[in-house]
């Protein structure tokens, strides 16, 4: 039995990289590149006569493997299928750090999530409250229901757009600069600030398309998204380069904080920062861009 | 637990095993791997701690191993035992399998 | 006797041989070269044509307990090999003959039967793979089979431990007075670098070719001053199988992140530097160093004053974006290299002496930088296995593995930790075939650890911000993932000698006892 660290609610997550919970050759170390969270799938990749199996499977795994400070996530199957409860007593079982809900479509999802885990945490004398949950939103009424998924349950971490079966309920393709996606995503963004937890992108399928990868991950950053989904380990680099905070991005909320602290020493009650005049929503981002970026250790500054 | 008919678990990948499992008299051991010089006596032991474990006390029990590791062949030496007793579905013990 | 890697050896099997002392132990001993007796053609003669390999062999005085030699610049296409020594052991009924190899493989299949026979009786080689490594292993050979490096071939060779009686050499065009190269044919391998060395040494040289060219065949790797006879046959290899089209870039991101993490190493270097040089091989990590290498060089703006060793596509398409002056060719991997090497007036070609024999006065790999290997296992003590797999049984290949580890100024070995459920970093390994004095760095997919006897480069990668752990965390994170392996079990018997680069012995190995609950 691998003793895991107690999951955070806020946390890194730039990456979350997919993998087939039955697989034992993925199982067995997909940690070692350095994805930030890995979601062991037991649902799409897992076969219907194999749900039982994969459950086995996940539970050994994580109970004789040491995946570290990767966080370790499960999807398991939806709330309209025979398995779901199952997956949710091996996850907590396990002791996974967190459940993300597939096809999540509003705040009563959540909560009989939510209900089953308690039960669970019961059960197996796991720390009530210490399996995190995470909401994928990969239909339309999911995502009008957005904000009141994001704030059902003091467990849940964050949501993610899953734009798989979206497109297809929308009636739409992958286009080109993500015009398609535009509303939603910026509707999940939107919804995950408000709530205070965080959001994170669709994966790209497209494994040769890399031009296509590293624009749409540009696009998601832009749009204020956390993180990203992803599939292959090759691109994990690029959204981990991408999600960070650049050197420029550290620099200034250093001097922000700097400046601030040197105001507020001298009883300044209105901040300027380069003869510019700045609020206090300023400061508080640069003190979540100080505090990413000593997490991620690309800063070693003294604030 | 009672082996009820046979039930088979895993695959022939490499880094797997597969485990076939059938009701019979005596409890039967057959196990082949790519790694038997090595870790012939470490999957063996696996096999009859998981199997001890889950109570059989009998059955004839099959495993061709492709380097699979002892949790991979304890997740599937469990999943042909509760297939095989039609308990693989819901309601699993995992608090006793740890 | 205990040698410098803590392997007890028999007595019965140094025969003469000093044990491993460590890889400089031999340094400025005398060596006394060891010449052919050759059979003088002073009377005028046209051609050196014979209608028949048998007739060839006659000629050239086959005889029960001879030695005969071949090169394996064909791979695993090769076909000369195999007919060889059915012409010797069929056709001509010859006994007690023994095998000088480049390597063995299922190109030779044949000789698996002839082991079994009792027909060949010896055995030496730079690799063992297949049924004949399997019969070797259990057993079946008369005599313990010699491993020896590409570089203590040719220095055995020449000091006289092997007197090779007749050499096969496959050539890819011929004329008919033996003056043969590996291009210019129909089943063309390029390097002809194996071959050298057997055609100033061996008693007779036979040509072997299915192209036969107009005298003079110049450029010519096998001169014909040393060819007693050349015979055509249909086809000298087969070329789908004498190499792959293109050796293709590995797409895995393990085998990804390790060739970067190599490159990394590498440009933490003061040596990587202007006119540095370097030689990979073509597994999967080590190939796809070149591709991160070349980055590294764009990045500081230096070039590669020569690559060395075997040649895949990948250092000829560098050579050709100016960024390496000459490439040092001892082997062709793929079709690529083959044709670069024909064309390209910078690719040469170079003998297994030349490349790293410790008995001559400097090789190539004396001057050599870097060098990129895999493994099949690595030990704490850093040495190294490419012979034995986890069973025992002989499957590998030695090559230049010993001799470029002990030349270069920078042995960096890549490998994944396990393989399926096999831990490559272990306490032990198997057999010894690189000591680890000759091993610098090892780059796997959960870290790089340096040898404790190179400082200088813990304090490079330190300063560079690359993360390192000892060898003993990486055996540790090993054996917690697949367990612990147990020993394996052996009879007494010694079915191989693994001979080190200088002529000591480095390690034994023994028959393999069938596994047993």
Same mark, same amino acid.
């Given at each position: 039995m691998?003793?895991?660290p ?8 730039r ?11 993925l199982l067995?170390?997909a940690?070692i590149?350095?994805?930030?969270s ?6 799409d990749?897992?076969a219907?006569n194999q749900?039982?199996?994969a459950?086995?499977s ?9 995946y570290?400070?990767t966080e370790?996530i ?21 002791g996974?750090d ?12 959540v909560h ?8 669970a945490?019961?059960?197996f004398?796991?720390?009530p ?12 009424i999911?995502?009008?229901?957005a904000?009141?998924?994001c704030?059902a349950?003091?467990?849940?971490f ?13 009636h739409?393709?992958i ?9 939603a ?8 600030r ?7 992108d ?8 890399q ?7 540009l ?5 204020g ?6 599939i ?5 680099a690029?959204v981990h380069?991408?999600?960070e905070?650049t050197?420029?991005?550290i620099a ?5 904080i700097?400046s601030?602290?040197?105001?507020q020493d ?9 003869g ?9 981002d640069?003190r979540?861009?100080?505090a ?6 690309i800063y070693?500054?003294?604030? | 637990?009672e082996?009820?008919?046979e ?9 797997d095993?597969?485990v ?10 057959d196990?082949?791997s ?9 999957i063996?032991?696996v ?6 474990r ?7 029990v ?9 949790c991979?062949l ?9 297939r ?7 309601g699993?013990a995992?608090g006793v399998?740890a | 006797?205990?040698n410098?890697?803590?392997r007890?050896?028999?007595e ?5 041989r ?17 010449a052919?007796t ?12 014979y ?6 062999c006659e ?7 001879m ?17 060889a ?5 069929e056709?001509l009924?010859?006994?007690? !003959?023994?095998?000088?190899?480049t390597?063995?493989g ?12 009792g ?9 063992v ?6 019969a070797?292993s259990?057993?079946?050979?008369k ?5 020896r ?5 040719p220095?055995a ?15 890819a ?5 033996g003056?043969?190269?590996?291009i ?6 390029g390097s002809l ?7 100033h040494?061996?008693?007779?040289v036979?040509?072997v070719?299915?192209?036969l060219?107009d005298?003079?065949n110049?450029?010519?790797a !096998? ?6 006879a050349v015979?055509v046959?249909d086809?000298?290899?087969?070329a789908?199988k004498?190499?792959?089209?293109e050796?293709?870039?590995t ?6 992140m390790?060739?970067?993490d190599?490159?990394?190493?590498i ?8 006119g540095?040089?370097?030689q990979?091989g073509v ?10 290498l070349?980055?590294a060089m764009?990045?500081?703006? !230096?070039?590669?004053?020569?690559a ?7 250092i ?10 000459y ?7 793929d079709?690529g290299a083959?044709?670069h090497?024909?064309?390209e ?7 297994l002496?030349q490349y790293a024999?410790?008995?001559?006065k400097?090789?190539?790999v ?6 990129v290997?895999?493994?099949l ?15 025992g049984?002989?499957?590998g ?12 100024k920078?042995c960096?070995i890549?490998?994944p930790?396990t ?8 306490d ?5 075939t ?5 091993v ?7 870290? !790089?650890a340096v040898?404790?006897?190179?400082p ?13 752990v ?5 055996r ?11 020993p ?5 018997r ?5 001979e ?8 034994v190995?023994?028959q ?5 609950f």
């Amino acid at each position: 039995m691998i003793p895991r660290p107690t999951p955070q609610k806020v946390r890194i997550r730039r990456s979350m990289m997919f993998m087939n919970a039955q697989k034992p050759n993925l199982l067995k170390d997909a940690y070692i590149y350095g994805v930030d969270s890995i979601i062991m799938d037991l649902e799409d990749a897992v076969a219907e006569n194999q749900k039982d199996s994969a459950r086995f499977s996940l539970f050994n795994a994580l109970k004789h493997i040491d995946y570290g400070d990767t966080e370790v996530i499960v999807r398991i199957n939806g709330l309209d299928t025979p398995h779901w409860q199952e997956d949710v007593r091996v996850c907590v079982a396990a002791g996974v750090d967190g459940i993300r809900i597939a096809k999540c479509e509003s705040a009563a999802d959540v909560h009989a999530v939510e209900d089953a885990v308690a039960a669970a945490e019961k059960e197996f004398g796991v720390t009530p409250g210490r399996t995190l949950l995470m909401a994928a939103l990969e239909s339309p009424i999911g995502i009008m229901h957005a904000y009141e998924i994001c704030t059902a349950s003091k467990r849940l971490f964050g949501a993610a757009i899953s734009a798989g079966d979206l497109r297809k309920s929308l009636h739409v393709k992958i286009e080109q600069g993500g015009l398609e996606m535009f509303v939603a995503r910026s509707q999940v963004v939107m919804a995950a600030r408000a709530a205070g937890v965080q959001c994170f992108d669709t994966m790209w399928p497209n494994l040769d398309d890399q031009a296509g990868f590293e624009a749409e991950t540009l696009q998601a950053r832009k749009l204020g998204f956390d993180g990203k989904s992803l599939i292959n380990p090759r691109q994990i680099a690029f959204v981990h380069q991408t999600f960070e905070p650049t050197k420029a991005e550290i620099a200034y909320a250093e001097k922000l904080i700097r400046s601030f602290n040197a105001q507020q020493d001298s009883g300044v009650g209105v901040y300027t920062v380069d003869g510019k005049l700045v609020d206090v929503p300023f400061f508080d981002d640069a003190r979540r861009v100080l505090a990413q970026a000593k997490e991620i250790g690309i800063y070693h500054g003294e604030l | 637990m009672e082996l009820k008919h046979e039930a088979l678990a895993g695959t022939l990948e490499s880094s797997d095993a597969q485990v076939t499992v059938r009701p019979a008299a005596e409890l039967t051991l057959d196990i082949q791997s790519s790694v038997l010089n090595q870790y012939g006596r470490q999957i063996k032991a696996v096999a009859e701690a998981t199997l001890a474990r889950l109570g059989v006390t009998s059955g004839e029990v099959a495993i061709v191993d492709k380097g699979a590791l002892d949790c991979t062949l304890k997740a599937r030496i469990e999943t042909a035992v509760y297939r095989s007793a039609d308990l693989s579905a819901a309601g699993i013990a995992w608090g006793v399998l740890a | 006797m205990l040698n410098a890697v803590k392997r007890e050896i028999p007595e019965a099997v140094l025969a003469g041989r000093p044990v491993y002392q460590g890889k400089y132990a031999r340094d400025g001993q005398r060596l006394h070269k060891a010449a052919p007796t050759i059979t003088q053609a002073i009377k005028p003669k046209a051609t050196k044509l014979y209608a028949s390999l048998k007739a060839a062999c006659e000629a050239c005085g086959a005889h029960d307990g001879m030695t005969f030699s071949f090169h394996t610049e064909y791979r695993n296409g090769d076909k000369v090999a195999a007919l060889a020594a059915k012409v010797l052991i069929e056709d001509l009924g010859l006994k007690d !003959i023994t095998v000088a190899a480049t390597s063995l493989g299922d190109a030779q299949a044949n000789f698996a039967q002839y082991i079994e026979n009792g027909q060949i009786t010896g055995v030496q080689t730079s690799g063992v793979r297949g049924v004949i490594g399997e019969a070797i292993s259990a057993g079946k050979l008369k005599t313990p089979a010699v491993i020896r490096s590409h570089g203590g071939r040719p220095r055995a060779i020449a000091a006289g431990e092997v007197h090779i009686d007749i050499a096969f050499l496959a050539a890819a065009s011929s004329d008919e007075f033996g003056n043969a190269s590996g291009i210019n044919g129909k089943n063309n391998c390029g390097s002809l670098g194996f071959a050298i060395d057997d055609a100033h040494y061996a008693d007779h040289v036979i040509v072997v070719t299915d192209t036969l060219a107009d005298f003079p065949n110049e450029p010519a790797a !096998i001169n014909a001053v040393d060819v007693d006879a050349v015979c055509v046959i249909d086809q000298v290899g087969d070329a789908s199988k004498i190499a792959t089209k293109e050796a293709r870039m590995t797409q895995d991101p393990r085998e990804l992140m390790m060739a970067q993490d190599v490159a990394k190493v590498i440009a933490a270097s003061p040596d990587f530097k202007d006119g540095f040089s370097f030689q990979t091989g073509v597994g999967g990590p080590s190939l796809a160093v070149n591709r991160f290498l070349e980055q590294a060089m764009t990045a500081r703006q !230096i070039k590669m004053s020569f690559a060395l060793g075997g040649t895949s596509k990948a250092i000829c398409d560098l050579q050709d974006k100016g960024l390496v002056k000459y490439i040092l060719d001892t082997q062709d991997f793929d079709q690529g290299a083959i044709a670069h090497f024909a064309s390209e007036p910078r690719h040469l070609e170079c003998s297994l002496d030349q490349y790293a024999n410790p008995g001559n006065k400097g090789a190539f790999v004396n001057n050599l930088d870097f060098v990129v290997l895999s493994a099949l296992e690595v030990d704490v003590d850093f040495n190294v296995n490419v012979v034995t797999g986890s069973d025992g049984v002989l499957r590998g290949a030695p090559g230049g593995h010993p001799d470029t580890a002990a030349g270069a100024k920078c042995c960096i070995i890549v490998t994944p930790l396990t393989r399926g459920r096999m831990p490559t970093v272990c306490d032990s390994v198997v057999t010894v075939t690189t000591p680890g004095d000759a091993v610098d760095v090892l780059v796997t997919d959960y870290g !790089i650890a340096v040898n404790p006897a190179r400082p200088d480069i813990i304090a490079q990668l330190d300063a560079a911000g690359i993360k390192h752990v000892t060898i003993e965390a990486l055996r540790d994170k090993a054996y917690a993932l697949v367990g612990a392996p147990d020993p394996l079990q052996w009879e007494d018997r010694v079915v191989a000698v693994v001979e080190g680069r200088d002529g000591s012995v480095v390690d034994v190995v023994r028959q393999v006892k069938p596994f047993t609950f």
